[in-house]
């Protein structure tokens, strides 16, 4: 069974800067897409950006262009999101997600999630 794991998480003043970390139990063929999601409270969980383990395709939300960058590290299995110029609307539980194959923004097509890190930016 696959498992993700989030952390780096916290607190940062609009400005700043957090790497979000997911290890993954393991690379198998049903993990060869890697996503970040976020979600507040009362909205739908919104794509952030995504990445493929095979060939290392990635792709973003237009809100993460040119200020989030998705990564992997093969040897750790791990996924990161390093997020710079942090706004308050940046202000969500992020959450790691995989699917099999395929692009996709939409989180019903991902197949397995981590349980969330909270992200808070202050203004």
């Known amino acids: 069974q696959v498992q993700l794991v989030e952390s780096g998480g916290g607190l940062v003043q609009a400005g700043g800067s957090l790497r979000l970390s997911c290890a993954s139990s393991?690379?198998?063929?049903?993990?060869?897409?890697m996503a970040w999601f976020r979600q507040v409270p009362g909205k739908q969980r919104e794509f952030v950006a995504a990445i493929h383990w095979q060939g290392g395709s990635l792709y973003y939300a237009d809100s993460a262009k040119g200020r989030f960058t998705i990564s992997r590290d093969d040897a750790k299995n791990t996924v990161y999101l390093q997020m710079s110029s942090l706004k308050p609307e940046d202000s969500a539980v992020y959450y790691c997600a995989a699917r099999p194959y395929g692009d996709s923004v939409r989180a019903a097509e991902y197949n397995y999630w981590g349980q969330g890190t909270q992200v808070t930016v202050s203004s």
């Open positions: 393991g690379r198998t063929f049903s993990t060869d897409v």
